[in-house]
């Protein structure tokens, strides 16, 4: 029910899946299950969930048969591509389909079509990480926290979000005596659990990482056998970091936190071998979200924490076939490369943030039509209302989904796509750290709707572009993948449901060096000067203090999880929304007194892009001068206070956790 992928057994009876319980077997969550894994018959017999296909007939959504909902398709998307030109249409892939083998297939449509405008949750979620890494290292790592001695979690709080083992590896580290260092501005589950918490003001993690690595370099407590060899640019950030104005002490008035304690666990992280970082999500959404990873991945590297064990694990990936060749690229570019040429081009996509103008504006050329598949633009994407505003404006939408989601309200064709437990898919674990593919297979045959693979395949036949996708069976798909590296699917069944493509070694640098233009660490990044960027990492400004707002005082925290949903996934299943029925923000004991506001008392939340009503929950959990609304709620849609405005420059990811706002209490 989500991207990590657990392995999973299901118990069937009379052609109906019956149990579902953690497979041991699995090597990722070895039996364990999260609550949304362990409901998953809750969305298999959900009743919101599509049963048919269905097109828009004089304002309502009526069910059809497939052919006639395939031609319906097939026919308006002919017409836009002759009448606009292919690049007219984008294709947007959400959260809901995973990181892997769908998104091959939309995106080789996209490429048939001939538009360039295949666009990912990517440009919001997780792969900002990724870039600074890339950036760093030339590729992405993986904490080995079950080796490990010393753990910092940053931005991220395992216990509450879709990460079914982290809790676990971090229990055991525990036991084992090691020390966590949580930074995050609310006292998360995880922080609970740490040595040290550090509640960083929301938006200053960037100096914090400053002030952490002025304490490492002032105090010679980096590798230097490893620097000497594998970093480049090193010596002019060390002087530059050493300076004054990056102490702890400098920082706490931005930070607020006690240089005492940013001392104690700098020192702590670089003096325990091996120590290793989580980067969470909540690092991404700030304004300077790429420069504060990027300035994390070199405290990695510099304390010699790289593809070691206990350490920052890279893991190359299989060599699978590319659903993308032998297809010539779309030769426009997409929409958003003039803001963020660095991410389209890395990623060889579009960005979300660029779709809204692109419909309203016709900038930088008209976007008319949108297909979504497993996506909910209306919501997770940065300022709703306008989002809302462009779906409306489409010539034509097609929402592919296995439920009934809110963007099915703006959608011309609608096409049911069946669950995970009705089709067949193969997933590379490499970003758990496992040199694996493993397969999940399907238990029963669609009870609803079709697999999103063979959607694709038949729409794609609908078009005339059968030739492109001869795959009859996810099966078939799943053998052209996996090709080139000699599997089959007959072969992932026989070895378990799992292939090991390699096993983990350390320091593989040593025999090729980092896959980066200089083959090192690269503090200074010739590929960002290359795109207009700053190749330091430390911005010019970066020490002039954030404007303060006398109209916006409060900081605005946005998305953070709860265990029972995905964004706004899974909010129809009602054994969750008994456990939360109704979204609320947390706000501070004294903040609340401040604005006459008690527990349960409902509040507007006011940003300079909207502004919503929702309950208070009065907690110590969080900073006094923070706030924190949960996303995924339609009667409290987040989204409706953040903009595209005020992007990080390079992954153009919105601001979601370093916003101002202000409260006014009672119902408006
Ligand atoms: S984390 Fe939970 S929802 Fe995600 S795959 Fe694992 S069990 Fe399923």
């Not at 990936?317 to 032998?326: A, E, F, G, I, S």
């Not at 109704?582 to 004991?589: A, D, N, Q, T």
Request: hydrophobic share 35%; with cysteine; proline share 7%.
């Amino acid at each position: 029910m989500c991207d990590q992928g657990c392995g999973l057994e299901v118990s069937v009876e009379d052609g109906q899946p019956v149990r579902i319980k953690g497979s041991k077997r699995h090597p990722y969550n070895k039996g364990w299950l999260c609550t949304k894994g362990r409901a998953g018959l809750d969305l298999f017999h959900s009743p919101q969930r599509l049963s048919s296909p269905m097109i828009r007939r004089e304002g309502d959504l009526v069910s059809v048969q497939w052919e006639e909902a395939l031609d319906f398709a097939a026919e308006r998307l002919g017409r836009l591509r002759d009448q606009y030109g292919p690049e007219s249409l984008a294709i947007y892939r959400g959260e809901g389909i995973g990181h892997q083998e769908i998104k091959y297939y939309m995106k080789r449509f996209a490429n048939v079509y001939r538009t360039p405008n295949f666009i990912g949750v990517g440009s919001l979620c997780h792969f900002s990480k990724t870039l600074a890494e890339n950036l760093t290292y030339g590729a992405g790592t993986g904490p080995d926290i079950d080796n490990t001695r010393f753990l910092m979690i940053w931005g991220g709080n395992p216990f509450s979000s879709h990460e079914p083992v982290v809790p676990g590896e971090i229990s055991r580290l525990k036991k084992r005596g090691g020390k966590i260092a949580v930074v995050d501005p609310r006292r998360t589950e995880t922080a609970s659990k740490a040595d040290h918490h550090l509640p960083v003001k929301p938006g200053r993690d960037e100096i914090l990482a400053l002030n952490m690595l002025h304490v490492i370099l002032k105090e010679d407590l980096w590798d230097k056998s490893f620097t000497d060899k594998w970093v480049q640019g090193f010596h002019g950030f060390c002087e530059k970091v050493r300076e004054d104005g990056f102490s702890p002490e400098n920082g706490e008035a931005m930070t607020g936190i006690m240089p005492d304690l940013v001392r104690q666990v700098a020192r702590s992280y670089a003096t325990t071998r091996p120590a290793c970082i989580y980067l969470g999500n909540g690092l991404e959404h700030h304004s300077n979200g790429v420069n504060t990873m990027r300035l994390l991945s070199i405290m990695k590297a510099i304390t010699g924490n790289l593809d070691i064990r206990g350490g920052e694990i890279i893991t190359p990936m299989p060599k699978l076939r590319d659903m993308n060749m032998p297809l010539p690229q779309p030769s426009i570019p997409p929409v958003g490369s003039q803001e963020f040429p660095l991410f389209c081009k890395m990623r060889r996509e579009g960005h979300v943030l660029a779709v809204p103008d692109a419909v309203l504006e016709g900038r930088p050329y008209p976007i008319r039509g949108m297909i979504i598949g497993g996506g909910n633009a209306s919501m997770e994407w940065p300022n709703s209302i306008r989002v809302r505003e462009a779906l409306r404006k489409l010539e034509f939408l097609l929402v592919i989904d296995v439920v009934r989601s809110p963007d099915c309200a703006y959608a011309d064709v609608v096409l049911p796509a069946c669950t995970y437990l009705e089709r067949d898919e193969h997933r590379v674990n490499a970003d758990h750290c496992f040199h694996q593919i493993s397969l999940r297979r399907r238990v029963v045959e669609p009870v609803y709707g079709l697999p999103d693979q063979m959607i694709w395949a038949r729409l794609a036949k609908h078009m005339g572009f059968e030739k492109y996708f001869p795959w009859k069976t996810c099966q078939e798909g799943i053998d052209y993948i996996l090709g080139d590296i000699g599997v089959s699917y007959e072969d992932l069944i026989s070895q378990g449901g799992i292939y090991e493509y390699g096993k983990r070694e350390y320091k593989k640098y040593e025999q090729k060096g980092f896959p980066t233009p200089t083959g090192k660490v690269e503090i200074y990044s010739e590929r960002l000067k290359d795109f207009g960027y700053d190749p330091f990492p430390i911005r010019e400004d970066v020490l002039e203090p954030f404007q303060e707002s006398g109209e916006f005082p409060l900081f605005l925290t946005t998305g953070a999880n709860v265990p029972y949903f995905v964004h706004w996934q899974y909010h129809y299943i009602s054994k969750f929304r008994k456990m939360v029925p109704e979204p609320v923000f947390e706000i501070h004991p004294e903040t609340a007194a401040q604005y006459g506001l008690s527990d349960g008392e409902m509040a507007q939340v006011n940003t300079l892009h909207g502004k919503i009503q929702l309950k208070a929950h009065v907690t110590p959990g969080i900073r006094q001068d923070t706030i924190n609304i949960p996303q995924g709620w339609e009667e409290a849609n987040a989204n409706e206070l953040t903009s595209e405005e005020d992007a990080d420059p390079i992954s153009g990811f919105p601001n979601l956790k370093s916003l101002r706002c202000r409260i006014q209490s009672g119902p408006h």
